[in-house]
């Protein structure tokens, strides 16, 4: 039925009506461990739920039609999803990653370099000289993260995936700031899509979750495989409530998008304000190459407040809209402060290197009414002074 359904069709109505004993609308949640032979020899297609559950796969089969790949591998956490893609690279391969990655992102791959899995290159992907002396050193895995975290840098990933292919690499896009409603990495030239679906794919706060989705069908069998010899897969529960998130994402996403839109412009105008960063601004150096490659500017942003850590600690104890919480992609309006939280492990030489001040707080903006929203950065503006 699916092939050339359009994507908000595919969120919405993959698996819906599938169930042929009871004929239930909405796919059945199956908690059972293990399942029933036959006979002999013989299973019905599923044997033991870490290897493979009916609702897992669903979720799997969903969000690999959403992103156009062959195949996906659901995961317990994005963090598990980040694992196992670097389960690609072997001892010797060289890594490439954004230097300025999600910070457990950052922690996973300094800790694996460590222990000799893999040498790793934390690049400035954004500047064509860095990328082009990195190529140089024939990697076997390019991690990319677009928009970047915090500072909602883009990357091409065109540029970087044609290169990639010259030079035999794999490219993995992390894609959880956008989502398959707002960016396809594969259709740009990735191999490999990473999510946390934690994040805008269940989109209410209450499921830790992850996954990989495959360009082609070796990797997916592979990533399949490993994910079933290491046991990182996610539960049949997450992957059902994660799988209801699904259904509205798009819709989800694009309200979002709106009210980040005028929050942006909102701080651009404050004075308390030094800058903002969000690719939706035409002043924002990634305006252009957003254009190109996402179909919206997302619901994530950042600014720096002028009076640094003092503002900020007034800041976040005045929003009452707004919580003081890590994470991002709920329903629900968040504030972080990267410096002590989503980028704490990463030190300080190495957050002034990715140009993370002490004065930047992330947004992650919500469905609640914009008034209210931009009521509430005006209080707390004025109480950051
Ligand atoms: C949250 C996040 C992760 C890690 O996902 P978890 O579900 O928290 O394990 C990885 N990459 C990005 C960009 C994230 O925002």
Not at 48 to 64: E, K, Q, V
Not at 104 to 122: I, M, N, Q
Not at 125 to 151: G, W
């Amino acid at each position: 039925m699916a092939g050339k359904q359009d994507p908000r069709t595919i969120a919405v109505a993959n698996g819906i009506a599938s169930d042929e004993v009871f004929g239930t609308v909405t796919p059945p949640i199956y908690l059972s461990s293990t399942f029933a032979f036959s006979g002999f020899e013989r299973h019905r297609g599923y044997e033991y739920s870490r290897t493979a559950n009916p609702g897992r796969d669903l979720l799997a089969d969903t969000l690999a039609k959403l992103e156009g790949g062959a195949g996906a591998v659901v995961t317990a956490s994005g963090m598990a999803a980040v694992d196992l893609v670097l389960s690609l690279a072997n001892r010797g391969d060289l890594v490439v990653a954004p230097h300025d990655c999600y910070g457990g992102t950052y922690r996973l791959l300094a800790a694996r370099r460590d222990r000799g899995h893999f040498d790793l290159a934390f690049v400035d992907q954004s500047d064509a000289n860095a990328i082009a002396a990195v190529f140089a050193r024939k990697p076997a895995l390019v991690l990319i993260e677009t928009p970047s975290n915090p500072l909602m840098r883009v990357v091409d990933i065109r540029a970087i995936a044609a290169q990639a292919k010259k030079a035999a690499a794999r490219v993995a896009v992390d894609n959880t700031f956008l989502s398959p409603a707002l960016q396809r990495p594969i259709a740009l030239g990735a191999d490999l899509v990473i999510h946390s679906t934690t994040k805008y794919i269940n989109g209410h706060s209450d499921v830790v979750g992850g996954a990989v989705v495959c360009a082609n069908e070796a990797d997916a069998a592979a990533l399949s495989h490993w994910a079933n010899v290491t046991g990182s897969i996610g539960s049949p529960f997450d992957a059902y409530l994660t799988l209801r998130g699904v259904r509205t994402l798009f819709p989800r996403i694009e309200r979002q998008q709106e009210n980040a839109a005028a929050v942006a412009a909102f701080l651009a105008g404050r004075d308390e304000v030094a800058a903002v960063h969000y690719p939706g601004l035409a002043s924002h150096p990634s305006h252009a190459i957003a254009k190109t490659q996402q179909a919206g500017f997302g619901a994530m942003l950042s600014f720096d407040l002028a009076g640094g850590t003092d503002a900020v600690r007034r800041f976040v104890e005045a929003v009452r809209v707004f919580t003081l919480a890590e994470s991002l992609g709920g329903v629900e309006s968040l504030v972080a402060h990267p410096a002590t939280m989503t980028h704490a492990g990463m030190g300080a030489e190495a957050r002034a290197a990715a140009g993370i001040g002490d004065g930047l707080l992330r947004l992650s903006v919500g469905l609640e009414a914009e008034a209210d929203l931009i009521a509430d950065l005006e209080t707390a503006l004025k109480a950051a002074g």
